[in-house]
């Protein structure tokens, strides 16, 4: 089993900037992907972006250039630094662990609003 323990939600203006981070505990094994999805009100979740084991990031079209995606491998900790927030990035923000299974933190809100 993986726990996984999201911080950092909360408030934000539009065009600033905000820091969620997830910790990763438990059977955590080398070669997995750490990410974050996001679901806002009546959608669907959404990629919001990934790194893997050794490096690559990947972002969705909604956040490339805004968003900067960056783990500690020593710590098992995934960050996702926000920068020119929009009223769309407003959402639950999960932490996913994809290793031999998928796991999922509880999430974190952000709302972005002025």
């Known amino acids: 089993q993986v726990q996984l323990v999201e911080s950092g939600g909360g408030l934000v203006q539009p065009g600033g900037s905000l820091q969620l981070s997830c910790a990763a505990s438990g059977s955590v094994f080398s070669g997995n992907t750490m990410g974050w999805y996001r679901q806002a009100s009546g959608k669907e979740r959404e990629f919001v972006a990934h790194?893997?084991?050794?490096?690559?990031?990947t972002y969705g079209d909604s956040v490339r250039g805004r968003f900067t995606i960056s783990r500690d491998y020593v710590k098992n900790t995934v960050t996702l630094q926000m920068n020119s927030a929009k009223v769309e990035d407003t959402a639950v923000y999960y932490c996913?662990?994809?290793?031999?299974?998928?796991?999922w933190g509880q999430g974190t809100q952000v709302t972005v609003s002025s």
């Open positions: 996913k662990y994809r290793g031999n299974k998928n796991y």
């Open positions: 790194v893997t084991n050794n490096g690559r990031t």
